[in-house]
Every structure is written in C-alpha cells, then in structure tokens.
C-alpha cells in the first residue's frame, strides 16, 4: 500500500511532474490543433466541389437527354434517392458592362462628344436550371448572394456590408430566376463581374474602376446583359448564334473560385429554347392542315445535358450511382419499346459520383491529405520521443529510491506500479489538459486569427515595455544579490519581452487567412475528434511506457547496484 | 525502551551463516574478486563488528548476508535460521528484506519526498496488504512508528522532510525504519560512518540499548573504536574473515 503514497508524493513534492503534464499537454494539443484545422482545410476544398451538384450527375452533352422528366421520376421514385433536378449545361459568350471606352464625335470629349462602352466579352459555362428542384438536390436558394441576411448574419456583417441595404435584397428574383419587370433572369457567379470585390472579412463590395469604395451603381442587380449561345446540332453542325437579353437577379457564391468566376444559371427553358432543345412541334412537310401548313405529326420532347441527384439519407453516392445507373438502362429501354415515341435516348448515359466528376479538383486534395497524415505521423513520433524522454529522466533520478524499496522489501510489481500511477496520471492529466487546451485554440482560432490581424493597442504596447524594464530590474537586482539564477532567468525574460515589446511596435495585423486570397472567410473551428482521441491516448500511452521502461529495468536490478547510482 | 525488541528472546543459537561466500565483480572485462570463500557465524542476541580497511569486502558480505546483492555463482551458502539465501524465490527474498532483517546504510538513504514517520514505517507499509490497509492497520501503524521515533529521540520530527534533518537525526529515522518490522537481525554498514564522534557515539548508544533488548547485531566498521562496542569482532582480508 505504499504505492499511492510514493505515487502521489512524487506528483505532489516537486516541481518535475509538473514540466511533464504541460509537456505531455503541449504534445497533444499541437498534434490536435494542426490536424483539425488541416483537415478541416482539405475537407472544406474537397466538400466546397460538391457544391450544386448534388451526389451523382448523369450527363449526356450536346444533345441531351430526351423524356428526362420521365427519367427524373423514375429516379426519384428509387429508395436511395431524395431528388433530382435537370440542367442544361453549355458553353456562352456574356457581354458585361464594361470593357473598352469608345469616344465618338468630333473633339471626343472635350466637345461633348458620347462615350460609348464597348462591353467585355466574358467565356462562361452556362447552367439551365430548374431553381425549385435544383434547391432540393443542391441547396440551390442557400447559395443566393444577395439576400436578406437573418438577424443573427446580420449582427456579424461589417457595417457597410451591402447585404445590410434592403435595396440588394433580391431573395425572390434569384429564386425565381425572373426579374421585376417578368423578363428571364441570370444568377452570376459572384466572381464573374469585375464590379464585386471581395473584402478581408471575405464579403464583397460593389464598385467600378474608378472609385474604391461601395457604390448601388455597380449592383449586377440593375444590369440587363446580352448571352450569346450557339446551338449545336445532334449531327455536330453549329447552328446560327443566339444571343438574347437577360435581367441579372441576383449572384451565387459555390465556394470554389473556379465555378464562382465562369459559370452562370439561366431558367431551363430559356437556354433549352436558345439551344434548341425545348419542346417543339414535328410536322411532316409532304402533308398539310386544314390552313395549308406542314401537318403536325408529333411532338419533339424537351432535352437537358444533365440529371443531378441527392441521395436519401443514409445511402452513399456509390450506392447511389448504382441505382440510378440501372433505372437509366430501364428508362432508356422503356422509351425505346415505345413506337409511338419520336426521339430514342442514348443507351448509356455517363453516371458519376459527385466525386467522380470532381476527380481532378479532389484528386490533388487527397494527396496532399495523405502527405500531411504523411509529415503528422513524424510530427507524433517526435512528441512521443519527448515525453519518453522526459519520463525516462524522471524515473531514471529515482534509481536510488527504487533500490531504497527494494532494500526495505519492495516487491519488482510493487515497484513498477508506483511508476505506472505516475506515468498514467501524468498522461491522463496531461492528455486531458492538451485536448482542453486543443478544443480552446481550435474554437477560437478566428478570433485569435482576427486578433493578430488587429495592430497593438499603445495600452498593450506600453505594457509590453513595462514588463520588459520590469524584468530588466530585476536580472540587476539579481547581479547585485549575486543570485547567477535570478540575473539569468530574468535576463532572458527581459530579453524575450524586449523583442516580443519591438515586434509590437512594428505590428501592423498579421493575416495568415486572407479570405480575399484563400476563398474561404473563414479557418476551420472544429476538433477533428478522432485525431483528438488517438492524441490523447497517444499521450498516455508514451507517458506509461517511458515510466514503466525505466522502472523496470531499475527494478530488475539487484538492491545495491541501484542504491549506488548517482 | 518498548516491547518491540523483545519480539523474539535470544536463544543464542545460529541465526545467520555464511559459509565459504564468493563474491566477484566485473569492471568492464577485468574481474575483480572481492570475497574469496569468506566464512562468518552470527549468533541470536549477539552483537557482531565485521571491520577491515577499504575495499576489504566487509559491507559486500553484508550486503550478501542482508540478500541485496547475489553472491556468485560458485559461492557457498548463506544461510537465515537455516534456510538458504540461495534457494529463496522472489516472494520470499522480500519478504526476507522486508521482515527478517533490517538494514542501516552509511547515508542513510531515506526517501526525500517522504517526511520521518513515512519513512520510518516503509517497510511496514510495503508488508501490508490491501485489506489490512483498508481493516485499519495504517492508524496503528502510524502509532508504532511514531512510538518507535519518540525512543530514537525524534518524537517532535515526524512531519519533517529529511532534507530538514542532521546527520545523526536521519540515521536514527534510518535505524527506527530498519526496526519498524521487528526483524531478527540488524544489519548495519558503517552506521557511523558519515558522523561526526559525538553524533556516532549517540547512535552507537541507541544502538547498544537495542541490542541489550535482545536484538542481534551485525555491524560493518573500518573504526576500533566503533567496533569495540560490539561483543565481538571478527576481521576481513582480502576477501576473507579471519578470528
């Protein structure tokens, strides 16, 4: 029974256990913090390319799919799938409302002549959508930009965040995808216009070239902008250009720089309309009506590119893409057993995983995933070597007392036990203590983030000087006591507070995540739990071990030999 | 004086023998022997000075007699009321550490995080069972130990560190640690060794008080005047017990 007691003294008596819970606690909260926010980095890059398409995409380009209405509630009729909505993907030239100036009339501007600008000409991809059902598989009204912002959104937003003006409030139109006056609406991507400049805070502000700060003029939501589509024939002929206006409604952000800048939803039938994919009349021309025209003999079924689908709860996208793979196959036999139909759809269809189709944005993700799991699995060695190597010195000093239990009849169990209750608590209290102090950091990392980002306030800059003369007083008072441990200690402690005090003076706000740079506002604020628990057993564990090594070695050894070690 | 010490009345029969004991030991590949068949009887209730200059082999028999060093392999016996050191499995060598005989150190060896009384019930301690723990047992052996340090003049240091200590006040603590068992025999190596005269003498005094109760006695010193305390003496040479 004399383990607990030489257990806790141990703990209790000396200052050493103590160095060794803020060590083990250090460890594990590194190991913590660095894994949750890169994971959480990787999983937010990989997660913001699902974005708008759902689970699984069944695609056929150009021409389309026929009958995909039949189609859609075939596959929405399956147990694995929630919700399918159509698309209809193509390829557009966008005039946006700027670009180069022409000065016309004699003497141009200095005689009153007119400027006239000759709009850039954007390449974009252009998305038909049906907004309700697209919200359904996708979360399509979430990703609307200029909405009214819920009073707890709003209470966040910079004050002169233009979301915070009803006048950009455009949550019907964008919903809709028709403008005020009843025209067809665009959405934008919310990088695609030169007018949206996206802020610190990873908000936008709407202003021209000219002036710098926030201005209504420059809202996409006052423009009427010309698209220009090319129909292409099932027999790969390019039709004539179409191009028509469109009132922009309203802007989305994905989260992915890449479909935020190039691409743009437009209403299903419109794009179908230009594309020459709608529904349409089949006349036959040898024989004629009543009025003498070309006799309706059918109708030539609507087309989309593009079925994307969300999986029902539970189900995977690989599951999924099965069962939507093989209602396809049905869909496509059902329609082409039927006589009476005037367009066959293409036997196979490409049905991919949202995965899949994202192959090349996720591809680079995984891997630089696995070669940070790659550079942590080194980065936890090192930590593990530090606390056996701290333990081992511990118990290593306590040689001479294990040969002193030894002497007095101490059994070799007995011995080790005291350690194990030492390595175990250690471990226990310093793995608790760095997964508490890893759940703090990572929580608040963005306000520590903003913090850095704000210059010293002269209170803290002057409290910084204080307490580096503070220190430097005392390292004197040291010298003249003749104390080589207080001038030491608090010459470095004056040191280190002199340089932290001059960086202060030249800090002017460190922003490490700058979301005007790296697409996301903000940095990732949850614990990754599994990385926490595996830590903080780690932690543990290396604290045992490094005790019981020692322990045992010392206690395996004859009484005399350890009462010897020095 | 208490009742302790009287735990076992002397018989004056053979308690501890070596017989012809080896010891050698290794210093990188040089072997250096240190007994050479060293040959020693102690009686129940006797008091025994083993004394010899330096490096002679005197504390590394008692040691060997104490069971906290292994003699070598070729050795005769060493032998506890008759049972063989050598045949003792782990159970029962500790329990011979810890019951049989008692040990006191040139320095002391006290446990610093441990305050005197801790100390000095220890081994008492490390005897004890989880039941006997949880039954009571600790209060009462709080009791002894204390009782115990009050003859060893120390009644009024129980909660001291032995950092707070002299010399002469930790091998007393050291001495009412080696005693808290009641052993058979006490061994002690240069139990004056690290004191000054006056101190020694002290402790060779309390020493002299235990004995006189009946406790047995095998003391290493390489001082006559120390060794004269003791009823007998018997001297090493080169690794071996002359009369």
């Known amino acids: 029974m004399y383990a607990p007691l030489l257990a806790n003294r141990y703990l209790t008596s000396r200052i050493i256990p103590f160095i060794a819970v803020a060590a083990v606690a250090l460890c594990v909260a590194l190991v913590i913090i660095v894994v949750s926010v890169m994971t959480g980095f990787l999983d937010m890059v990989r997660n913001s390319g699902r974005t708008l398409i759902g689970d699984v995409v069944v695609n056929y380009p150009i021409s389309g799919i026929p009958y995909y209405e039949e189609l859609i509630a075939d596959i929405e009729a399956l147990p694995e799938a929630a919700a399918a909505s159509p698309i209809v993907e193509t ?12 000065r016309t009339g004699a003497g141009a501007a200095q005689s009153g002549g007119q400027e006239v600008v000759r709009g850039r ?15 359904r598989v996708a979360g399509y009204y979430e990703r609307l930009y200029w909405t009214t912002p819920s009073p707890e959104a709003a209470a966040k937003m910079a004050e002169d965040d233009p979301r915070l003006d009803p006048f950009y409030h455009r949550d019907e139109e964008g919903r809709a995808l028709r403008s005020r006056r009843g025209a067809d609406g665009i959405v934008l991507g919310i990088e695609v216009s030169e007018f949206n400049h996206r802020t610190k805070d990873g908000s936008y502000r709407t202003a021209g070239r000219r002036i710098d700060r926030q201005d209504r ?40 720089y890449q479909i935020d800048s190039q691409r743009i939803l437009a209403p299903i039938s419109a794009v179908q309309d230009i594309l020459q994919l709608g529904e349409a009349e089949l006349s036959d021309p040898r024989q004629r009506d009543e009025f003498g025209r070309p006799k309706v003999i059918g109708t030539y079924p609507a087309r989309a590119t593009t079925i994307v689908v969300r999986a029902a709860d539970g189900v995977s996208a690989d599951r999924l893409r099965d069962a939507v793979e093989l209602a396809y196959q049905r869909f496509a036999a059902r329609v082409a057993a039927d006589p009476t139909r005037t367009l066959i759809p293409p036997d196979t269809a490409s049905v991919e995983t949202w995965e899949g189709r994202l192959r090349n944005l996720i591809g680079p993700v995984e891997k630089e995933r696995e070669l940070m799991r790659t550079l942590f699995s080194i980065v936890y060695l090192v930590c593990a070597a530090l606390v056996l190597a701290i333990f081992w010195a511990i118990v290593q000093e306590k040689t001479r007392d294990i040969g002193i239990l030894r002497a007095v009849g101490a059994s070799r169990t007995g011995v080790l036990w005291i350690f194990l209750r030492y390595g175990v608590l250690i471990g226990v209290v310093g793995s608790a203590l760095g997964v508490l102090l890893a759940w703090g950091v990572v929580a608040r990392i963005n306000d520590i983030h903003d913090f850095l980002g704000t210059p010293a306030t002269p209170a803290v800059q002057a409290i910084a000087w204080v307490a580096t003369a503070a220190a430097a007083a005392l390292s004197i008072r040291g010298m003249l006591r003749n104390s080589a441990l207080h001038t030491v200690f608090w010459l470095f402690a004056a040191i280190g507070l002199g340089v932290l005090a001059t960086l202060l003076l030249f800090h002017k706000g460190i922003v490490v995540w700058d979301p005007s740079i790296y697409y996301f506002t903000r940095i990732p604020s949850e614990v990754d739990r599994f990385t926490a628990l595996t830590t903080a057993l780690g932690g543990v564990v290396f604290s045992v071990i490094g005790a019981a090594i020692p322990a045992a070695r010392a206690a395996d050894t004859d009484p005399v030999q350890s009462l010897r070690y020095e | 004086m208490t009742s302790d010490a009287l735990q076992h009345p002397p018989t004056h029969a053979e308690i501890l023998r070596a017989e012809g004991v080896r010891k050698t030991y290794r210093l990188g590949r040089v072997e250096v022997p240190v007994l050479r068949g060293a040959t020693v009887s102690v009686r129940e209730g006797e008091w025994l000075a083993i004394v010899g200059s330096s490096g002679s082999g005197k504390s590394t028999l008692l040691h060997l007699l104490g069971g906290l060093d292994k003699a070598d392999a070729d050795s005769g016996p060493i032998l506890f009321a008759g049972e063989d050191l050598r045949r003792f499995g782990a159970a029962r060598e500790n329990r011979y550490r810890n019951r049989d005989v008692g040990f006191v150190f040139q320095f002391y060896h006290l446990l610093p995080e441990l305050t005197v009384l801790e100390n000095a019930m220890l081994p008492s301690l490390v005897g004890l069972s989880r039941l006997a723990w949880l039954s009571g047992s600790r209060g009462e052996l709080r009791d002894r130990a204390a009782e115990l340090l009050a003859t060893c003049g120390l009644g009024h240091r129980l909660k001291h560190r032995p950092a707070e200590l002299s010399g002469g006040e930790r091998q007393r603590v050291a001495i009412a640690r080696a005693l808290i068992n009641r052993p058979r025999v006490l061994l002690a190596d240069e139990p004056t060794g690290n004191l000054d005269a006056r101190t020694g003498h002290g402790i060779l005094d309390l020493l002299a008080e235990r004995h006189a109760a009946g406790l ?26 002359g009369a």
């Open chain 1, 91 to 102: 390829l557009g030239l966008l005039r946006m409302p700027y670009g180069t100036i022409e």
């Open chain 1, 121 to 135: 000409i954007e390449f974009v991809e252009v998305w038909g959508i049906d907004p309700a059902s697209l919200d």
């Open chain 1, 217 to 256: 003029e420059y809202f996409m939501g006052n423009r009427s902008l010309t698209l220009t589509l090319l129909p292409i024939s099932s027999s790969a002929k390019l039709g004539e250009e179409q191009a028509r206006e469109f009132d922009v409604v309203n802007e989305f952000q994905s989260g992915v």
């Open chain 2, 216 to 241: 047995t006695l095998v003391m290493v010193t390489h001082d006559a005047s120390v060794a004269a305390r003791a009823q007998r003496e018997v001297r090493i040479t080169d690794g071996q017990v």
